[in-house]
């Protein structure tokens, strides 16, 4: 075992926070990674700086785990910058991506309320910082601060809501809708003006992202080329006809 895989087994093993204390950054970078979550926002500067009173800053390296399934859960994860994939199963059954987190979003929540494990395991797909909040110090000043507890609560909600959004999608749509409503959700205008998606991870992350096969994705892609509706060139597809790709008529 070499000295990095020593460190990540001691992170992983720890029962409490396995946290680097070089890590440890200036309150105000702490604040303006917070600001980012859109549900934290709007709360006061108090709370925001009570908050970053003990928090720690984690830079990890792409390809390097934050936390393991079943897990003792150090506290609530925000992503500052980078890219965290969250994934449940083994190398035995196969993984599924259940989500890929961004700057402003929020990890171990749920865990992180209810004191229980964590029950997915997370990795860096890119060099990425985070910032975590200790349970201890997050329970507290929930007690104390009505406006934190709602934001939280909110954060929640959103959560959950999202959840049931994946699993009708899952549950009621074809693998291909599922694909064309991921391109069509991401796209973003290009310099030129076309439709233009870039996809955040390897096509084999985003195919489990959809809960459809590599290769399923693949061939997707393929017949909408051929129907004129995008073109690709690597991660990069350029949507050439949204109503053609939005009305497509190719079996699932």
């Known amino acids: 075992m070499n000295m990095r895989d020593d460190r990540l087994a001691i992170r992983e093993s720890s029962p409490a926070m396995s946290v680097r204390p070089k890590m ?42 934050l936390f393991g399934a079943e897990a003792h859960c150090a506290g609530l994860y925000v992503v500052a910058s980078g890219r965290i994939m969250l994934s449940v199963g083994s190398a035995e059954a196969g993984h599924k991506v259940i989500r890929l987190a961004e700057a402003g979003d929020i990890l171990g929540l749920s865990a992180t309320l209810l004191g229980l494990d964590t029950f997915a395991s997370a990795e860096a797909l890119v060099d990425s910082t985070v910032v975590l909040l200790t349970r201890e110090t997050l329970l507290d000043r929930a007690a104390r601060d009505v406006s934190l507890a709602l934001a939280l609560a909110n954060i929640g909600a959103r959560q959950s809501r999202n959840l049931a959004i994946d699993l009708e999608s899952v549950s009621l749509q074809s693998g291909r809708e599922r694909i064309v409503n991921y391109l069509l959700a991401n796209a973003a205008t290009g310099p030129a003006g076309p439709l233009t998606v870039l996809l955040s991870a390897k096509k084999s992350i985003i195919a489990s992202r959809l809960s459809v096969t590599p290769e399923y994705f693949s061939r997707t892609l393929h017949e909408l080329i051929s129907a004129g509706a995008i073109a690709v060139n690597g991660r990069q597809i350029v949507i050439l006809d949204a109503v053609r790709l939005r009305h497509s008529d190719h079996p699932a």
Do not use: F, Y
């Open 24 to 65: 440890a950054v200036h309150d105000l970078e702490i604040v303006s990674a917070l600001r980012g979550v859109p549900a934290l926002q709007a709360l006061p500067q108090a709370v925001m700086t009570r908050l970053a009173t003990g928090a720690i800053r984690l830079d990890l390296i792409r390809g390097e785990s």
